[in-house]
């Protein structure tokens, strides 16, 4: 396949690199940039990232579980 030129005559061969770079990629960056330094002291902080770990983990937990209730409940009012 025959790479298409560039105004300044080189050869492209990778399309991507001309993509758009869309508002959503640039956010996605600044998020990562912005998690460094949490991730940086949760790692100076073991034990303070275990109980986040553990408290992000119950926190998931309940809420399928409580998912599973409240659909359990519409579906009891539905049929009733």
């Known amino acids: 396949m ?3 030129t560039t105004r300044h005559g080189r050869i492209e061969r990778n399309r991507r690199s001309n993509a758009q770079v869309s508002l959503q ?3 996605l ?6 998690l460094v ?3 940086l002291w949760l790692l100076a902080n073991p034990a303070l990232a275990a109980g986040l770990a553990l408290l992000v983990g119950l926190a998931a937990l309940l809420v399928r579980r ?3 209730v409240v659909q359990d409940l519409l579906r009891a009012r539905q049929a009733a």
């Open 2 to 4: 025959r790479g298409r």
């Open 25 to 27: 990629d640039v956010a």
């Open 29 to 34: 960056v600044y998020a990562a940039m912005a």
């Open 37 to 39: 330094p949490v991730l």
């Open 66 to 68: 409580g998912r599973r």
